[in-house]
């Protein structure tokens, strides 16, 4: 038998979906996995190790500091953590009870999503603003800079922004009331990488932390993501993430986050501790890091599209009329797009999706616009000898019934 999973007994997929979680992530690139391997077989300091990790982090993102954290989920739950207990070790030891904080999280209605189960997990009550008018068909506004303002309060801990391209309203307006009122901003920017300009950006305009995910486009270990911003928030979302079983006297903070700051004692293992590091992970998302900062993103995309190509090409003539490759100008990834929309009486784009994924070998594709009848492939985690078998699957489930004669 050929690889883990077949001895494990179970099937291995094709992921034309992306490297989203539910997926397993990225197929991941053998030096990120050789320095991840090479990094099992000696122990560290895990404290030392994450201080080295901030230095690095901080240069790949003009941030103070930063660290590696299991997920972009796992830095919201731990940035939140670090905006309700500051450096206060008695505040780390109660939460989620947050009694005797500031405890509300400001949050622009139209930016809530499952992922902020890990802003309220630790111990933060959401406080929604705004009116999604836009989304619901009614109108054009949403949210605006002023209802923010109006929303902080003595109570509020953070704001929590949500950054994709079109969120309102704009991170810099949002920034700017919170800044006014003294309260940090707390930036959800899991899967806004590439473009790699974006690991500095959020922080031009405003950002105090930002949470991204390194098991997405970086092609970290799935289980892995940054940290990084303010260096008190981020020494306070260390403190609640190590483990502390250790004598004070004993205990030696690495300077590039604790130089300078003053704790009154060591809190025992906090809330973050659940959202455990393994010095595997650590080494593995740096080595990516450091890759993604110097790849040239056109080249991951040209191979992305000749991929594409080359499942278009193995398509039935009758299907690949209702195909298209779309390129972005701006960088982003190349998608192919199967519309069936136009194919009355065949299998609808949700059908398609369905049998793709449960046919044999499952292949998992986008099924974010079949409302639209569109299907869509994305090639960053696909080999290139899965084109053909992505072509033969759509070939079957999408062929004409043939009545027999
Ligand atoms: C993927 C994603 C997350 C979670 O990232 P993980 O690294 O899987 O924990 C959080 N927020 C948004 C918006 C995401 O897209």
Not at 47 to 62: D, K, P, V, Y
Not at 106 to 133: I, K, M, W
Not at 159 to 173: E, G
Not at 304 to 333: K, N, Q, T, W
Request: proline residues 6%; charged residues 20%.
């Amino acid at each position: 038998m050929s690889n883990v999973y077949e001895r494990l007994g179970v099937p291995t997929i094709i992921n034309a979906k992306g490297p989203a979680t539910r997926v397993s992530g990225a197929p991941m690139p053998a030096e990120i996995a050789a320095a991840m391997q090479e990094a099992t077989q000696h122990c560290v300091d895990m404290a030392e190790l994450q201080g080295r990790a901030s230095e690095i982090i901080a240069e790949a993102t003009g941030a103070e500091a930063g660290m590696v954290t299991a997920g972009a989920s796992a830095g919201l739950l731990l940035g939140t953590a670090a905006c309700l207990a500051g450096l206060d070790p008695a505040r780390m030891n109660r939460l989620p009870d947050t009694t005797g904080m500031r405890d509300e999280v400001v949050v622009v209605r139209s930016q809530r999503n499952f992922y902020d189960h890990a802003v309220r997990a630790a111990g933060a009550r959401l406080v929604e603003v705004g009116l999604p008018d836009r989304f619901s068909g009614a109108g054009v506004r949403d949210a605006e800079a002023w209802e923010i303002e109006d929303a902080i309060g003595e109570r509020t801990a953070c704001v929590f922004y949500v950054a994709q391209p079109s969120s309102r309203p704009s991170l810099s307006a949002v920034a700017e009331v919170a800044h006014d009122k003294g309260v940090p901003v707390l930036v959800d920017a899991a899967s806004q990488l590439p473009p790699v300009g974006n690991l500095e950006r959020f922080f031009g305009q405003g950002a105090d932390l930002v949470s991204f995910s390194g098991g997405k486009a970086i092609l970290g270990p799935q289980g892995s993501g940054i940290l990084c911003g303010r260096r008190e928030l981020v020494a306070s979302a260390l403190l609640q993430n190590l483990d502390q079983d250790i004598f004070f006297e004993q205990w030696r903070p690495p300077r590039a986050l604790f130089a300078g700051l003053n704790l009154r004692g060591l809190p025992q293992h906090g809330i973050g501790r659940s959202c455990k590091v393994g010095k595997e992970q650590v080494v593995a998302l740096l080595t990516a890091l450091r890759l993604f900062v110097d790849e040239d993103i056109g080249a991951r995309n040209r191979r992305c599209l000749s991929r594409l190509e080359a499942i278009a090409e193995h398509l039935a003539p009758e299907i690949a009329c209702g195909v298209r490759i779309e390129e972005s100008a701006d960088g982003e990834e190349p998608l192919l797009v199967l519309d069936v929309s136009s194919r009355p009486g065949g299998p609808s784009a949700f059908d398609l999706v369905i049998a793709l994924q449960d046919g044999s070998p499952a292949v998992h594709v986008d099924p974010s616009f079949v409302d639209e009848g569109r299907v869509v492939v994305r090639a960053l985690c696909l080999k290139d000898d899965q084109a053909p078998v992505i072509a033969r699957r759509v070939n079957e489930v999408l062929a004409p019934v043939r009545v027999p004669a």
